[in-house]
């Protein structure tokens, strides 16, 4: 079944529209607290569309991210008992009790670590606002990670996008079904281990 490919079009399409950076940076706000899909789907085209702009949509990225992260830590910090009840009823609450273990061994290093990984970074942030982790540090640790991995993408894409679009393109299917596998891996490794 061919999925990807349309989707890639229509996302490299979003990334020449005028609002693009703005879209950007609704959704790095968003993912760092409430949203599931990851700016990197957005900043990759952007970043091939545009290339001579990718450090500077890697640093709006990181930056909108980075106060995302923050408005996550502000609902666990204000309103965790009531989001209590909507994170078991989404099957998310055995990664919030992993994820305070977590914080109890690593401190904010693992705020830094689920920065730069592609763990569901908004569980870091409102399990830290949850647990009145010291909002600098954890300002830091997040800018740091985020800029690290947005910095990385941009980098990246900026040296190598260009050349290699076209076999993106021609390899997008498989692209996508292989981080689609990938993911629900990742996800029943943590359920195994939960």
Not at 11 to 22: C, D, F, G, K, L
Not at 95 to 124: C, D, M, N
Request: some cysteine; glycine content about 8%.
């Amino acid at each position: 079944m061919k999925l990807f490919g349309a989707l890639y079009d229509r996302v490299i399409r979003w990334s020449r529209h005028p609002h693009a950076e703005r879209y950007l940076a609704a959704l790095s706000f968003a993912e760092s607290s409430f949203f599931p899909v990851p700016p990197d789907v957005l900043l990759i085209p952007l970043c091939v569309a545009q290339p001579k702009a990718a450090w500077r949509l890697g640093l709006l990225t990181t930056f909108f991210s980075t106060v995302g992260g923050l408005f996550g830590y502000l609902i666990g910090w204000l309103a965790f008992d009531f989001i209590s009840p909507l994170l078991h009823a989404a099957g998310y609450w055995h990664h919030v009790l992993t994820v305070e273990r977590w914080f109890q061994v690593y401190g904010v290093w693992i705020v830094f670590v689920a920065g730069f990984s592609p763990l569901p970074y908004k569980i870091f942030t409102l399990t830290a606002g949850a647990l009145s982790m010291p909002l600098v540090p954890f300002l830091l640790a997040s800018f740091i990670g985020r800029g690290a991995r947005f910095m990385l993408v941009a980098g990246l894409i900026k040296r190598f996008g260009p050349a290699v679009e076209p076999a993106i393109k021609r390899w997008i299917e498989w692209i996508g079904w292989i981080s689609i596998a990938a993911l629900a891996a990742f996800l029943i490794w943590l359920n195994v281990r939960g």
